[in-house]
């Protein structure tokens, strides 16, 4: 087996190597996509099971398009059409569904670790974290680690910005843990409501609350998504002053490195985390992040699944 | 043509040769799975569609797995996001879905006979009931069937004891059906409102309304879904009632069989039908039936639609 | 490559001999669908993703059942489950889902125009208009002209009279469109509120308020569904007055040729636009329209993505 773990639940459990390992293997599936060899038949009769207890659009297709492309079988698992409305247990509709016989199970749950919680009685499959509650998100983070890459020569030693809603993003905390295994350095920025206390001490990121300190001489920028959804108003005043001291501006990215790059892990909300013309300046990889997700994907399904690693042996 | 009907509306028109013909093909099917033959082309170009009018995990999934795994192709029609939402009528939705050309149209509806309804318009497809309203589930009572066959010699003799809400469950008709066919003996249990009059007269199930008479040297013990979100609360006093009238538990468990296994057509209310721990205890097999299922519809698939019974000719 | 542009938006962008062609390669596959041959490597490895932000019967399924039966995966992309419900504009959704490399992105939208106005900024895949808005439903004109053309020897010259809610319907517009183009005469009629002011001039259709003059030797009569959801009911007083002025009887029918056909887009109100038997009469090719529906599209999809033109080359 690829992994140590038979599961993909974090970042904090993947070693610097199988990330790197993962991180090459995308690449080669990226120029395999790029080269017109649209598909790849080593996961032929595979089943993949997309079990998404929250709305989706980047993950949950990303997936699909993935194992897809690998030959496999993707079922799609709505919680909103399921019997979770008749009030089944999470444990009792992961056993369920494993009981189906999926080679892999990616789950995307509101509540924080649920994937660890499932993968204690689901022995049977492989379940990947597709992201849950404030966790983590690791293919995110092992998509956007790609992206950097497409950009800078290595992870060690450079300077990324995570500026946002820090309390509420497993999307940061994936990031903040797999940049520093990697040997970056992470500051994270938000209003001092956004960002947990005694963050710095456990993750190991410099806190600080002005957007220009962490913009200074920073590499990558990433902005998250406000999540208006998962928080009531009452973090700060209003969105406009939100936006005013930490969404981004041409003129705030001055004072970031010269070719420093802009991601967000999407959806975007256009005038509040960035000037609305941001997202499509020459600094953005965002659409880049989401081509990457769906190699890095197939990378990923294909080290889990496949009995070769990487896709020479197809 | 496999069965006599082109349709398979409910367990009431399979005779009982063609049950155990559909039993003994599952099996095949279970072994070729367990063997590692994820993938079998026979019904490669076919197409399913499921036309699901109400929530579903297990049973769509399992179809759709089932279905993929044959090589088909498997179209999802919910009814949710349909043109259902425009008014149209049952007849219209399943004659329009005929007109697409579809193998086999996989029915789930609210109401009792919509299958049947409906298989009076549509001649060009096969129609499967895949659970319509408080009549027949009959996909369901094969895999509890095939389940049962898994830990006792044979259906004949056996003694099956099914508890809950037998009024408004489906699957407890069927499997009455099935079994009484097959030459079991069957009691149904649950309260004197949850039972229709004159049950025992129609379908010759044995009714009591005391657990321990019902259980008493059963082999097998079916307990069935409190269907909450079908019923009004005023058919007994409160669930804690019910749970302790009807409820399952380790103790009263001894007055069945020694060996005697626990079923339950899932998603399961823990608490309500179970003690929490029973669902999990050594006598169930709940699992099984999920697992079960998707083998047992890959055999029915394959009668169906496939030019020479079972796997062999493939 | 097979069209002009890159993008199908609409009738009003492909010339006749385009179209000529599209309708006979959809024949050519509706022939082999009919002999057998259930599936056709073509497309294999290609995507299809269904972007659907309305609800729909009978284009996503057809879309999607064409796709699979030409060898290609097919994504949907449904906008309820999706991250619109987290506030992302339609063109970053666009170019998010253009970023996962599908080859043909089937978009339905709401509001008129939304097709044109992502094709602006998605340069890498073959955008198809599944309907949008009030605006045009291109490939529903080019199945019902297939659909003409079962029973007309061409459409030249033939009378084709589209009866209902004008102002809200895509479907006549691109019906007025396509059969205008391809030299047919075209009569429009419902109630003034209904037709709007102009339509005549600037689509060349001839209007009347007056059923009995729009049905007079007509070919073909086309009804179209009262959108009842699209519209408040200020339009006019009751259903009950629409239906007696603007339903179709077995009486009315009699004004038309004898050999006229009847045709619907679908979902029906019947008894409201039909007499309710009206719908299974022998003049209606309702369920041809279907049928006709997915050869159209296997036919549309080839010839976009094929490197050949027609089936031949597969």
Redesign the interface.
Known sequence: MFLKSQHLLGIRDLPSETISIILKTAVEFRKA?ESGI??NPKL????V?NA?FE????TR??F??AA??LGA?S????A??????????LK??G????????DVLVLRHPHSGAPAYLSRYCNKTHIINGGDGINEHPTQALLDAMTILDHKKSLTGILVAIVGDIAHSRVARSNVLLLRKMGATVRVCGPPTLIPDGFEMIYGAKVTFNLSKALKDADVVMML?TQ??RQNEVYFPSIREYSRLFGLTEKKMKIAKRNAIVMHP?????GVEFDPQM?DGHYSVI??Q??N??ALRMALLSLILGKEEGIKGS
């Open positions: 996509l649209k598909k032929n009769g595979k089943t099971i998404f709305p989706s659009t980047r297709s990303s699909e398009v897809k492309k079988d079922i799609n698992f709505n909103s059409t399921s019997s979770i409305s008749k009030g089944e247990s009792d509709t056993l369920t569904l494993q009981a189906m016989r999926p998504r208006w959804e999407g959806p975007i909300n256009r997202a659409l880049d989401v081509s997700g769906v």
